[in-house]
């Protein structure tokens, strides 16, 4: 979804350090994801305006689908240094995978899948999202209780993009946060 004027508010107006991650699937030129990238770009071209950090997050990632060379050197001319990857959790019941990327999966149901790559490009680092966060300091440690309140209100506004439940990334927000 676009950052709205709206959003931005909201960003302002948060006291403790933030960082935005952005899921780039590189499916919009197959018709498969909806969000153009271009949408996407601008994005963390308005988080990079704010001061706000960014990392794009290339998930999921498709292999024989996603041509990720492309996105990082898309990555790259947006000025981002840093961007994360993560795989594909593959079922049986999805029919509409092209028969070579069907039958690359088909051994790997369930599990969330990245092959080894070699995704060395110059000026791009690929980061665990962990480390990305540290680099731009931790949030203060909280009660646990003024945890769970504060998770509470962010998770009003966002949106998960997530291999796990909505409830392991709301637990794991407040337990990151408590004392």
């Keep these: 979804m676009p950052i709205t004027n709206k959003h931005i508010e909201v960003l302002k107006r948060v006291e403790v350090p933030i960082v935005v991650v952005v899921s780039i699937t590189g499916l919009d030129e197959l018709g ?3 969000t153009r990238r271009e949408i996407l ?3 963390i ?5 704010l001061g706000i950090p960014a990392i794009p997050l290339i998930h999921p990632y498709i292999h ?19 961007y994360q990857i ?3 959790r593959f079922d049986r019941s999805m029919t509409w995978l092209p028969k070579e990327v069907y039958e690359f999966y088909k051994d790997k149901e369930g599990i969330e899948y990245m092959p080894e790559l070699d995704l060395q490009v110059e000026g791009i680092t690929r980061i665990e999202l ?3 966060y540290r680099m731009y300091q931790l949030p203060p440690k909280i009660d646990c209780q003024q945890a769970a309140e504060y998770v509470s ?15 392991e990334v709301i637990e794991y927000a407040i337990k990151r946060r408590c004392t």
């Design 32 to 34: 498969i994801e909806r």
């Design 41 to 43: 770009y601008d994005n």
């Design 45 to 49: 071209k308005k988080c990079q305006d």
């Design 64 to 82: 024989g689908l996603v041509d990720v060379y492309k996105l990082l050197e898309e990555f790259k001319s947006l000025g981002i240094k840093y």
């Design 86 to 88: 993560k795989g594909f």
């Design 130 to 132: 962990r480390d990305f």
């Design 153 to 167: 209100e962010v998770m009003k506004r966002a949106i998960i993009t997530s291999s796990a439940t909505k409830e």
